[in-house]
């Protein structure tokens, strides 16, 4: 394969990670786990491009990609809202987790394939670039639920339901990490 293939393929799986993480029923914790993901893909790439990467420089990176991303804290807060609230909040959460994932990694890709590093990128380029790659993973996600169809669906719901679970004390955090694993290996 590739390297851009790689790429490609890391992008991908981070991004249907992303879109579960954005179903976790608990605002913040979304958007922490979303985070999380993005940062180990950005390892990932980093390890492909043969770029250094330290979480610290990753963290700031990420951070000056998505900025505050009022739009993803909105969608996490919409999930405080009993019953609609989780569905609206969630679905939002998981299209706008995905698209920024992808957006991050899409920027990753270009800026390290042109010898960039985590410690040398221009702030307004990357942003500008990760706005217009944004847009794109919209439509990105978008395919993706359309390609993986009513599977997918049946993957995100049965997270949520996990999580729930989990929630409510039924399963434990390792048993909802192996279900996870499990759902999402479906995917």
């Known amino acids: 394969m590739s390297q851009r293939t790689d790429a490609e393929s890391i992008i991908r799986t981070h991004v249907l990670w992303a879109m579960g993480g954005g179903l976790i029923p ?13 940062l180990e893909m950005l390892q990932q790439l980093a390890r492909l491009y043969g770029v250094d990467y330290s979480r610290s420089n990753g963290k700031a990176f990420v951070s000056a990609l998505t900025g505050t991303t009022l739009a993803r804290l909105g969608a996490s807060f919409i999930k405080a809202i009993p019953g609609v609230g989780t569905i609206v ?14 957006a991050v990694g899409q920027v990753a890709i270009s800026h390290f394939s042109n010898s960039g590093t985590l410690v040398n ?8 670039a990760y706005n217009e790659a944004f847009e794109r993973g919209k439509d990105y996600v978008s395919d993706l639920e359309k390609e993986k169809g009513s599977d997918a669906a049946n993957v995100y719901e ?7 679970l989990r929630d409510q004390g039924i399963l434990t955090e390792e048993e909802f990490q192996t279900k996870k694993q499990e759902l999402l290996a479906r995917l």
Do not use: N, W
């Open 89 to 102: 909040g969630g679905a939002s959460m998981a299209l706008t987790s995905g698209a920024s994932t992808y």
């Open 158 to 164: 049965a997270l949520e339901q996990l999580g729930k």
């Open 26 to 38: 608990i605002p913040l914790v979304d958007f922490a786990a979303v985070t999380a993901i993005q």
């Open 121 to 128: 990128f221009v702030e307004e380029q990357v942003k500008t």
